[in-house]
C-alpha cells in the first residue's frame, strides 16, 4: 500500500514506523504536520490508501479524515485520553499499560479502535520508555491495524467505557502542579516516579540555590554511596550531597536521587536555556560539594547512576555506557576510551561495547557545544576525542570486539559501532548512517568503516539520502552482523549468550590472528591516520569557514526550531528495501 505517514515531527517512534513499513513491502511518505493547509495539498499530492500519524499533537480536519481512513496511535490503553497518557502511568505507579491506535474522529482521541498492544512499565525514564516499550508495542499495533485495514473486512470496534477491557479515561494535560516535588514530605519512589515522568519532557520545576531550574533525570542512590553517613553524604532532604560524572544527587526523606541534567528556567524575554549536565549548569554554585566517582567496576551490578560499567563472564568482557539522549561530549568521549583502555588490559578473548538499553550513541554533543563559549573550538575537540575512542576500537588486534545495540544509533555514534569486528542489534533498532542533516562531512573514520562494510556506491546512498534503516534492511546490506528478536531484556540475555560462544569458540584464537594480519595489510594500503585527516579537513571547514550551514543546524537543533516544512528527503515515495 501507499501509506503516508503524518507527524508533528521525525522523531523516533515515527523513524520506526517508516523503517518498518518499508520492510513490510509498503511505500512510505512523510509529511510534518505545520498547518491545515499543507496537510491538505500533501493529501491531495500524494493520494495515500492509508494515512498514519504515529506521533501527532494537532487535530486533523475533518474533511481529511471524513474521506479517508487516518489511523492516531495513542500511547495509552483503550479508553486512554489526553496528552499527558505516558505521565500519568508512570508518575502514578502503572505496572502495565498500553498503545492504542484508533481512527481519527471529531473527538480527540475517542475514535474506533483498530488495535490495542499491552506493555509492561519498568522503571525509567518517559523517553527512554518511549523508545523501548511503548515503541515497541506501538509497532506490533500498527502492523496489525494496517493488516486489518488491508484486508477490507475488519470493523474497528466502537470505543465503549461499560466494556470490561476498556480501562482508561479522560485526562487532563499534566502541569507543573501534578509535578511538584515536595523534598520534605515525597519518600525516594515518589521522587524517582515524578522525575521520570517528566523526562525529557517538560522537567520537574524546582529551585536550587535560589533559582529555578527544570530537573531531567532520575536514578536511585544506593548504600554503597555513603547514604549512611560514613562518607558524608547526608544532609536535609533537598540538599544537594554530591556529584558524579555530571550529576547531582540530592538527599530524600529515606534516601537520595542523582540526576544528571538541569535545564535553567527562561527568563521572560530571556534567551532559549537548553538542558544540560547538571554540575554545567550549576557551575560555582557547588564549591565544595564533593565528586562522588564510580568506578566502572565496582558499579557493574549496583542501581546508582553509573554512566560506565564493566563486569566479565568468563572470558568475554562488558563495557557498558549510557549517556543521556546518547550525546558524548568531550569528556565522556576521553572517560569512556579510559575505561576501554582499561578493558583492554583485562585478560578477555571478546570485548562488547554498548549499554544495558537504549541508545547506543548519536555522536558528539551539539548542546555542550552550542552553549560553550568558543563552539567551534568545541566541535573540533569533540571529534577529535570521539575519533580517538574510535582509533582505539579500531587497532584493537589481540581480541573480538562487538558492539550492540539494544536501541537507536546515529551518526558518528553508529560509526563508532562500526568500528567494532561485529555488530549486533536488536530488531527494534533504528539506524541513521549518516551526518548530512546537520551540514556535516563526517569524521570517526566512516569513510573507512561505512564503504568496508557495505561498498562505496551504497555509502554514498546511505549517507546521502539521510533515511533512516531498519535493523533488518541494515543487516541485508552488511551494515550489521546480526539481529536479535525481542524486548531489550530478551536482547541482553541474547549478547551474553551469543558473547560467551564466541569467547569459547575454538576457532577464535585464528579469527584473532586473521584479524591482526589483516589490519597490518590495510594499514600498510592507506594508514588510518590518512581516513582522519581527510575527514578533518573537511570537518574543520564545516566549523570554522563562513557560511557553513553547521552553526545554524546544530542552533535550530539544540533550540527545538521546528523546520518550516517538511525537508524533501521525507516528502518523496520511498518504497520497501530502500
Known amino acids: 500500500m501507499r501509506i503516508l505517514l503524518i507527524a508533528s515531527a ?17 511505500t512510505v511518505a512523510v509529511h510534518l504536520v505545520r498547518g491545515d493547509e499543507p496537510l491538505r495539498e500533501a493529501v491531495r499530492a500524494t493520494d495515500p490508501d492509508l494515512i498514519i500519524a504515529p506521533m501527532l499533537t494537532a487535530v486533523v ?23 499527558s497518557s505516558l505521565d500519568w502511568a508512570i508518575q502514578e505507579g502503572a505496572q502495565e499499560w498500553g498503545v492504542t491506535v484508533l481512527q481519527a474522529d471529531a473527538e480527540m482521541d475517542a475514535g474506533d479502535i483498530w488495535a490495542s498492544v499491552p506493555f509492561r512499565v519498568v522503571p525509567c525514564g518517559k523517553s527512554e520508555l518511549y523508545r523501548g516499550e511503548v515503541a515497541d508495542a506501538a509497532v506490533a499495533a500498527v502492523l496489525l491495524a494496517v493488516e486489518r485495514f488491508a484486508s477490507g473486512t475488519f470493523t474497528p470496534e466502537p470505543l465503549d467505557y461499560s466494556a470490561p477491557d476498556v480501562r482508561g479515561r479522560l485526562r487532563p494535560l499534566m502541569r507543573q502542579e501534578a509535578r511538584r516535588i515536595d523534598w520534605d514530605r515525597d519518600d525516594t519512589a515518589t521522587v524517582l516516579r515524578k522525575l521520570r515522568a517528566a523526562d525529557s519532557r517538560p522537567g ?20 554503597l554511596d555513603g547514604l549512611d553517613g560514613l562518607d558524608g553524604l547526608r544532609g536535609g532532604p533537598g540538599a544537594v550531597l554530591a556529584t558524579r560524572d555530571g550529576a547531582i544527587c540530592r538527599a530524600t526523606t529515606d534516601g537520595a536521587v542523582w540526576i544528571p541534567q538541569l535545564r535553567r528556567r527562561r527568563v521572560p524575554g530571556g534567551p532559549v ?5 547538571a554540575t554545567a549548569v550549576l557551575g560555582e554554585r557547588l564549591a565544595g560539594v564533593p565528586e562522588k566517582a564510580a568506578d566502572p567496576v565496582a558499579s557493574a551490578d549496583r542501581t546508582t547512576w553509573a554512566e560506565i560499567r564493566y563486569r566479565e563472564l568468563g572470558r568475554a568482557g562488558f563495557l557498558e555506557f549510557s549517556f543521556p539522549g546518547g550525546a558524548m561530549d568531550t569528556g565522556r568521549c576521553r572517560r569512556l576510551l579510559a575505561a576501554y583502555r582499561a578493558a583492554c588490559a583485562r585478560p578477555t578473548s571478546v570485548l562488547v561495547l554498548g549499554p544495558r538499553r537504549d541508545f547506543f550513541s548519536n555522536g558528539i554533543h551539539l548542546g555542550t557545544i552550542e552553549t560553550s563559549a568558543d563552539p567551534g573550538g568545541e566541535s573540533w575537540e569533540n571529534i577529535n576525542a570521539m575519533d580517538d575512542l574510535v582509533h582505539a576500537v579500531l587497532t584493537t588486534t589481540d581480541r573480538l570486539t562487538v558492539a550492540a545495540l539494544p536501541g537507536n544509533a546515529a551518526a558518528g555514534g553508529l560509526m563508532l559501532a562500526l568500528a567494532a569486528d561485529e555488530v549486533w542489534c536488536r530488531e527494534a533498532a533504528v539506524l541513521n548512517p549518516h551526518y548530512r542533516l546537520m551540514g556535516l562531512y563526517g569524521s570517526e573514520y566512516w569513510t573507512y568503516t561505512l564503504p568496508r562494510r557495505v561498498g562505496a556506491a551504497e555509502a554514498e546512498r546511505l549517507t546521502s539520502r539521510a533515511l533512516p534503516v531498519s535493523a533488518a534492511y541494515a543487516a541485508e546490506l552488511g551494515l550489521i ?11 541482553r540475555a541474547g549478547v551474553e549468550l551469543r558473547a560467551a560462544a564466541l569467547a569459547g569458540a575454538a576457532e577464535l584464537a585464528d579469527r584473532i590472528a586473521r584479524k591482526r594480519s589483516g589490519r597490518e595489510r590495510e594499514e600498510a594500503e592507506r594508514p588510518l591516520e590518512a581516513y582522519r585527516l581527510d575527514e578533518l579537513d573537511r570537518m574543520r571547514r564545516n566549523f570554522f569557514a563562513a557560511g557553513e550551514p553547521y552553526p545554524v543546524l546544530r542552533r535550530e537543533f539544540v533550540h527545538g526550531v521546528r523546520p518550516s516544512g517538511t525537508p524533501e528527503h521525507l516528502t518523496a515515495w520511498v518504497p520497501t528495501g530502500t
Not at 480536519?61 to 496528552?83: C, N
Not at 535560589?210 to 542512590?221: D, I, K, Q, R
Not at 536555556?273 to 549536565?277: E, G, H, I, R
Open 61 to 83: 480536519p475533518k474533511d481529511i479524515w471524513a474521506g479517508r481512513t487516518v489511523l492516531i496511535v495513542h500511547p495509552g490503553p483503550k479508553g486512554d485520553r489526553g496528552p
Open 273 to 277: 536555556t537548553v538542558k544540560l549536565a
Open 481 to 491: 552482523d546480526r539481529t536479535f528478536p525481542g524486548g531489550q531484556e530478551e536482547f
Open 10 to 26: 521525525f522523531n523516533s517512534l515515527t523513524q520506526r514506523v517508516h523503517t518498518v513499513l518499508r520492510d513490510e513491502d509498503h
Open 204 to 223: 520537574v520545576l524546582d529551585e536550587l540555590y535560589g533559582e529555578e531550574y527544570f530537573l531531567h533525570g532520575g536514578h536511585p542512590a544506593d548504600e
